[in-house]
C-alpha cells in the first residue's frame, strides 16, 4: 500500500462537487466502497433485475425467463449480491417444494428511479448517439483506408 493512504473507505475520493471538474470522481483502488457499489449497481444483470423488480415479486424461474441470456448460475450471483447490498428482499415461503420469491427493498426502489432517469436520458438522445457512432465509424472506416493506399 502507498504511504498515506488508508484501507478506510473514508479515505476514498469525494463525490461531492467541489467547483472542479475532476474526471476521477471515485477512487480507482479496489477497497474503495463507492468504486465497489457502483460496480455492482452498473453491472448490466444487476440493472436488469432491479428494474423487472419495479412494483412486483418475482420467482427465480420467472426472472430468468424475462432475462434472456444470463445463466442460472450468474443470476444467483447477481440476486445475492443485491441482497447482501440490501437492495433486494428474498422471500422463502415454507412450502414443498419451497417457493423463493425476489422484490426490491425501499432502498432498492430509490435506485430504480434513478436507474428509470438514466433509461429516459437513453431515449431522448439515442438518436444522436446513432449519429455519433456513425460519423465515428465513417472516420475510422476513411482513416483506415487512407493508411493503406
Same mark, same amino acid.
Given at each position: 500500500?502507498?504511504?498515506?493512504?488508508?484501507?478506510?473507505?473514508?479515505?476514498?475520493?469525494?463525490?461531492?462537487? $467541489?467547483?472542479?471538474?475532476?474526471?476521477?470522481?471515485?477512487?480507482?483502488?479496489?477497497?474503495?466502497?463507492?468504486?465497489?457499489i457502483l460496480d455492482?449497481?452498473?453491472?448490466?444483470?444487476?440493472?436488469?433485475?432491479?428494474?423487472?423488480?419495479?412494483?412486483?415479486?418475482?420467482?427465480?424461474?420467472?426472472?430468468?425467463?424475462?432475462?434472456?441470456?444470463?445463466?442460472?448460475?450468474?443470476?444467483?450471483?447477481?440476486?445475492?449480491?443485491?441482497?447482501?447490498?440490501?437492495?433486494?428482499?428474498?422471500?422463502?415461503?415454507?412450502?414443498?417444494?419451497?417457493?423463493?420469491?425476489?422484490?426490491?427493498?425501499?432502498?432498492?426502489?430509490?435506485?430504480h428511479t434513478t436507474?428509470?432517469?438514466?433509461?429516459?436520458?437513453?431515449?431522448? $438522445?439515442?438518436?444522436?448517439?446513432?449519429?455519433?457512432?456513425?460519423?465515428?465509424?465513417?472516420?475510422?472506416?476513411?482513416?483506415?483506408?487512407?493508411?493503406?493506399?
Open positions: 500500500m502507498e504511504e498515506g493512504t488508508s484501507k478506510s473507505p473514508s479515505n476514498c475520493a469525494s463525490t461531492v462537487d $467541489h467547483g472542479d471538474a475532476d474526471p476521477f470522481q471515485w477512487d480507482t483502488r479496489e477497497d474503495c466502497q463507492v468504486r465497489q455492482r449497481i452498473a453491472d448490466k444483470w444487476s440493472l436488469l433485475v432491479i428494474a423487472l423488480l419495479e412494483n412486483r415479486r418475482l420467482r427465480f424461474t420467472e426472472l430468468r425467463r424475462e432475462i434472456d441470456g444470463v445463466s442460472q448460475r450468474m443470476l444467483t450471483v447477481t440476486l445475492r449480491s443485491l441482497e447482501r447490498d440490501g437492495l433486494v428482499k428474498r422471500t422463502v415461503h415454507p412450502v414443498v417444494p419451497p417457493r423463493v420469491e425476489y422484490e426490491l427493498t425501499s432502498l432498492g426502489r430509490t435506485l436507474i428509470q432517469s438514466l433509461v429516459t436520458w437513453t431515449e431522448e $438522445h439515442q438518436e444522436e448517439i446513432a449519429q455519433a457512432r456513425t460519423a465515428y465509424d465513417t472516420r475510422a472506416t476513411e482513416a483506415a483506408a487512407a493508411t493503406t493506399s
